[in-house]
């Protein structure tokens, strides 16, 4: 009977790149990623032990699969495989390489072996693959099997290291990108629309840590769904964080009534998105970050022109507007909203803004949206708001 045993390590591959950089900020940005994965384990009370080496981690843990599974959640992590650990002599890796086989070969199909070797060894990679690949061959005479190098069914795969080596069969892939935190703070408006969500998780995986701010219009102008949709969203995007988080609710539906009875009806978008960039401006001074993150992409919505876009930048002077999805097609957006999983949260029913009007303008005039905010008092409407907004523990 085989003997019963379970994956070890977990081997973690960084993200492609963070081994771009230059040797110090590698080090910096690869040490980060195991801060983070030692600090998500903890929290889900798995028993660790990482060692870092330049390039690489390797994840001791009586639960390597439940651990690997946990990893692939990590930004900077660009996959990770559970492994079985040994040291680096060939009988060891032999061994070894033929329990994984056993566990994870069946009968009457294909297999490779590979191998890739860091340090000085008495054998090259290809004398390991040899080797291994025979044995397998030996103990499975009756089974059917068959070697395949371009297609096969299952790859047993073997990484050596100085005096150590790994065998495993499996690769998950991470998010990839940079750590997070790396890169500061950014505000984002976050709607619990489809878009919103994914310009923040792009914003996450290059290593910004997310601020979401929601504009509450209920009930007049939109509804508690629609606020639990973008508190949902917020919750999954810091589940990616692995960590707690504030997000900034802000009682809109004053501001709005306003907006919409003094402006131009086919203006209402435009002065409502000024008007939430300036709000967010001035919360991004309190958290003193760098800059406001936004679900927009040219032309998916009337206020997505880049005439529109124009127009909305000019309502910030002191902060950028960066807008991840820019370029993206809807199809696009919505596959990685399905990915990270906000999707099925904002195709929730609720009632989304009843104040936008049927043909809202294409392309605003400038002049035409600066006079309705000269008469409304926009800067004093923007203080009044936020002393109005709530801070949200997700
Ligand atoms: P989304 O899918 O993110 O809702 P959308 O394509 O429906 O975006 P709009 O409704 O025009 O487009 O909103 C454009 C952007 O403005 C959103 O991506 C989001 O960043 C921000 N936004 C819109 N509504 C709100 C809101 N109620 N609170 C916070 N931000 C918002
Ligand atoms: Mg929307």
């Known amino acids: 009977m085989a ?12 993200g492609c790149e963070v081994g771009v950089k230059s040797s110090r900020t590698r080090v910096h940005y690869e040490k980060e990623v195991c801060k983070q994965i030692e600090k998500l384990l903890e929290a889900e009370g798995i028993d660790h032990r990482i060692e870092y080496v330049f390039g690489r981690a390797y994840v001791a843990s009586g639960d390597a699969v439940r651990a690997a599974k946990l990893a692939t959640r990590i930004f900077g992590v660009s996959s990770v495989s559970p492994a ?11 061994h070894t390489a033929l329990k994984v086989a056993q ?3 069946k009968e009457r199909i294909t297999f490779a072996v590979r191998c890739r070797r860091t340090g000085n060894h008495p054998y090259t990679s290809m004398d390991i693959c040899r080797k291994v690949g025979s044995e397998i061959l030996q103990l499975f005479k009756e089974n059917g099997l068959k070697v395949n190098l371009k297609n096969p069914d299952v790859t047993i795969k073997i990484e050596v290291r100085d005096d150590k080596a790994y065998v495993y069969t499996e690769e998950y892939s991470g998010p990839g990108g940079f750590p997070l935190g790396v890169q500061g703070k950014v505000i984002c408006l976050l709607s619990g629309g489809i878009d919103s969500p994914v310009a923040c998780w792009l914003m996450m995986k290059r290593g910004a840590l997310i601020i979401p701010v929601y504009f509450d219009s209920s009930p007049t102008f939109s509804d508690e769904a629609s606020r639990m949709k973008a508190l949902d969203c917020a919750k999954v995007l810091f589940r990616w964080a692995g960590r707690k988080g504030e997000m900034y609710v802000i009682p809109y539906e004053e501001a709005l009534t306003t907006i919409k ?6 203006y209402t978008c435009i002065l409502c998105k000024r008007f939430m960039y300036r709000v967010a401006e001035k919360i991004a001074e309190i958290e003193k970050a760098e800059g406001i993150v936004t679900g927009e992409a040219v032309g ?3 206020s997505q022109t880049l005439r529109n876009l124009r127009v909305l930048n000019e309502a910030v002077k002191r902060y950028p507007v960066h807008r991840p999805l820019l370029g993206f097609d809807k199809v696009e957006t919505e596959a990685i909203a399905r990915k990270i999983g906000t999707y099925d949260i904002s195709i929730k029913k609720s009632l989304g803004c009843t104040a936008a009007p049927r043909h809202p303008i294409l392309k605003a005039k400038l002049e035409e949206v600066l006079e309705v905010e000269k008469r409304i008092e926009v800067e004093k409407m923007v203080e009044e708001t936020l002393e109005k907004a709530k801070k949200v523990e997700i």
Do not use: G, H, N
């Open 84 to 94: 079985l650990k040994t040291s680096s002599k060939i009988d060891d890796i032999v």
């Open 261 to 266: 009875r003094e402006s131009p009806e086919r």
């Open 300 to 302: 998916e919505q009337a």
């Open 103 to 105: 566990k994870t070969l």
């Open 3 to 14: 003997e019963e045993w379970s994956y070890d390590t977990v081997i973690v591959r960084f």
